[in-house]
Nanobody, 119 residues
């Protein structure tokens, strides 16, 4: 069982920045074999993938955040980050962390953290 705890959400003005963190309750060795991702869900919309980072640290992003968001991982700290810059009102959503065990259908979700972009 993997527990994921997100933090770093909040209220920010358009154009501002936030950094989300997701800490995993596993050993360093176990964390290193999970693909990590950030999803978001806005009110009335489906949950969507925002960014993913593989075990070799290769990344991919949804088009809407390319050039503004950066996903990274620190295996020693068992943490994945999402640096969000140039935030827009349409980025407002609950952001969720997800861990996928490579070579498996096993996955885990965090509880979510609210990000609100508003003036």
């Amino acid at each position: 069982q993997v527990q994921l705890v997100e933090s770093g959400g909040g209220l920010v003005q358009p154009g501002g920045s936030l950094r989300l963190s997701c800490a995993a309750s596993v050993t360093v060795r176990i964390f290193s074999i999970y693909t990590m991702a950030w999803y978001r869900q806005a009110p009335g919309k489906q949950r969507e993938l925002v960014a993913r980072i593989e075990i070799n640290s290769s990344t991919n992003y949804v088009d809407a955040v390319k050039g503004r968001f950066t996903i990274s991982r620190d295996n020693a700290k068992k943490t994945v980050y999402l640096q969000m810059n140039s935030l827009k009102p349409e980025d407002t959503a609950v952001y969720y962390c997800r861990a996928d065990l490579i070579g498996s259908t096993l996955n885990y979700w965090g509880q979510g953290t609210q990000v609100t972009v508003s003036s």
